[in-house]
């Protein structure tokens, strides 16, 4: 599917609020609601808009600290970073998870109630069970308002997991 820039404000505004009609689309990218509930259906239908989500705010959960991981696997053959993907999917603490080229092999986000949680996290669940050997270079991100987008980040320093 070919974009126009009605196509791109149409997705530059729906990204900021999916709550938004398509007769508010209309007001703010000059079309009618009509064809904006059309070209909405269009870029679903193409594949262009793949889902709707929910943004949960973590601290209302439960999960005060995000921190942000960099992962460097002792060894990078196939099978140990196809079980490193396959284990990291199923963790509830791992919001995001991308491989990486570089100096490490995964950058992760993580969110945990604690740095105490954080620490039996990768003691428990990450070091014997994916990452064998790994050091884990961890950055925590705390929010320092109601806005996200005003967090800053704090270096906590580096985690080693030893394989025992």
């Known amino acids: ?13 729906f990204q900021r609020d999916t709550r938004q009609t398509a007769a508010d689309l209309a007001k703010i990218v000059g079309l009618s609601p009509s064809a904006c509930h059309r070209r909405l259906t269009a870029l679903r239908q193409a594949g262009v808009i793949q889902a709707e989500v929910a943004i949960i705010h973590p601290e209302s959960v439960g999960r005060g600290v995000t921190l942000i991981v960099a992962v460097t696997l002792e060894r ?14 199923g963790s509830i603490e791992i919001m995001q998870c991308y491989y990486v080229t570089g100096t490490a092999d995964f950058i992760m986000i993580l969110t945990s109630k604690s740095m105490e949680s954080y620490d039996a996290f990768v003691e428990h669940a990450m070091c014997p069970r994916v990452l064998d050997d790994a050091n884990l270079c961890v950055n925590c991100q ?18 080693n997991c030893v394989n025992s």
Request: net charge positive; aromatic share 4%.
């Open 1 to 13: 599917m070919k974009l126009d820039n009605f196509d791109r404000k149409i997705l530059r505004e």
């Open 76 to 89: 990078e053959h196939t099978d140990v970073i196809a079980n490193f993907k396959r284990e990291t999917r």
């Open 142 to 159: 705390r929010p320092t308002g109601q806005d996200s987008r005003s967090q800053r980040i704090h270096e906590c320093g580096d985690v």
